[in-house]
């Protein structure tokens, strides 16, 4: 399975907002997406990504104000990326060991979307689930 699968069946929509935004807004437009991420993109261009954990860690922790903190404050600027041509085993490594849950999809300089870690054990699932059932069928003969 490929992230570009992934993308087909979960959908492509991206939800970004700019860097000079505050902490709090960006908060905000998160629990109302019910999301675990935003992409920071700027001129149609990757800039950052910032996620609870980021929220936890630089501001609540370092007992910042949210209303007073700006998103290019706290954002992951070295942002790890992943083709849609690349495939499902390889994200999950790769989550593992830099130890993220969100993966934005870029080609060509383009975000086409954005995977998480439940959309990776999804499709791990989804494939596990496909080859017992085709080793049931084959057994059963």
């Not at 999301?35 to 800039?47: C, M, Q």
């Not at 903190?69 to 992951?76: D, K, S």
């Not at 600027?77 to 060991?97: E, F, W």
Request: charged content about 25%; proline content about 2%; aromatic content about 4%.
């Amino acid at each position: 399975m490929t992230v570009n699968q992934i993308l087909n069946q979960k959908g492509k929509q991206i939800f970004s907002v700019p860097s000079t935004l505050t902490v709090y807004e960006a908060i905000k437009v998160m629990g109302e997406k019910n999301i675990g991420a935003l992409l920071i993109i700027e001129n149609e261009s990757l800039k950052g990504i910032l996620s609870e954990r980021d929220y936890a860690r630089k501001v609540v922790l370092k007992g910042r104000s949210s209303l007073d903190t700006f998103v290019h404050e706290i954002m992951e600027d070295k942002v790890i990326t992943v083709k849609p041509s690349d495939n499902i085993d390889y994200c999950m490594a790769l989550m593992s060991g830099k130890r993220i849950r969100h993966l934005p999809v870029v080609e060509n300089g383009t975000v086409l979307g954005l995977i998480s870690i439940g959309d990776v054990v999804k499709g791990i699932i989804e494939m596990q689930k496909e080859t017992i059932d085709y080793l049931h069928t084959y057994i059963s003969q």
